[in-house]
């Protein structure tokens, strides 16, 4: 098992639509989850972190965390074509000391 | 704030030289830094992780006497990659973690290596 899944997609939602890209772990240690995006032949970009469980709101952006089903959740609300990006989960891994583990990403695709 | 540089953004070199990137963190400290590979359509790879006055750690799988990693300050890590070959030819992104708000890992804008 992969210690950090996410569906690859593509997810395509239409413009104004909530966009919600979700993402397991492994590790039931894990304390901090992160939420990163990237542009085609750019780096990622951090856009949200979250440790507690709950939701987190910030703008537009929302990371919901269970971690009794170790799953974290990102939802993008009025989802604008300048979203369309991979959007990855990063989580720490704690038998991989204070290492980020990165899932492989899920691309989005916002169609106008 | 939160930012890493990278210098520089883009080399083209012959096969067989040494290139050598550098990380920058510019308004923080960054008690460590970390070396990432992206090929095409790939996910990002860990090459090593680097922290300020000591030895970097590889990734199993990284040859460390090709991929020289330096981490001479708390704002400064470099990464040579020495007699480079075309398949060394990649996007290559390094990021720092923030020595008072540890658990955040900030990117550099990227380097992209095309070796010929």
């Known amino acids: 098992q992969k210690e950090v899944e996410q569906n690859s997609g593509p997810l395509s939602v239409p413009e104004g639509a909530i966009a919600s890209l979700n993402c397991t772990y492994s590790?039931?240690?894990?304390?901090?989850f992160f939420w990163y995006r990237q542009y085609s032949g750019k780096s990622p970009e951090l856009i949200m972190s979250i440790y507690s469980n709950g939701d987190k709101e910030d703008g537009r952006f929302t990371a919901q965390l269970n971690k009794a089903s170790q799953y974290v959740s990102l939802l993008i609300r009025d989802s604008q074509p300048s979203d369309s990006a991979t959007y990855l989960c990063?989580?720490?891994?704690?038998?991989?000391?204070?290492?980020?583990?990165f899932g492989a990403g899920t691309i989005l695709r916002v169609k106008s | 704030g939160a930012v890493v540089s990278q210098h520089p953004s883009w080399v083209i070199c012959k096969s067989g030289t040494s290139v050598k990137i550098e990380c920058r963190s510019l308004?923080?400290?960054?008690?460590?830094m970390f070396w990432y590979r992206q090929f095409p359509k790939q996910s990002l790879m860990l090459m090593a992780t680097?922290?300020?006055?000591?030895?970097?750690?590889?990734e199993q799988g990284v040859e460390k006497d090709k991929f020289l990693i330096n981490h001479a300050s708390l704002t400064l890590s470099t990464l040579t990659v020495t007699s480079a070959h075309p398949e060394d030819s990649s996007f290559y992104i390094c990021?720092?973690?923030?020595?008072?708000?540890?658990?955040?890992?900030?990117f550099g804008p990227g380097t992209r290596l095309t070796v010929l």
């Open positions: 590790d039931r240690g894990s304390q901090s």
């Open positions: 990021s720092a973690r923030d020595r008072v708000f540890d658990n955040e890992q900030f």
């Open positions: 680097s922290n300020e006055g000591s030895k970097a750690t590889y």
């Open positions: 990063a989580v720490n891994i704690l038998e991989y000391g204070n290492k980020l583990v």
């Open positions: 308004d923080f400290q960054a008690t460590t």
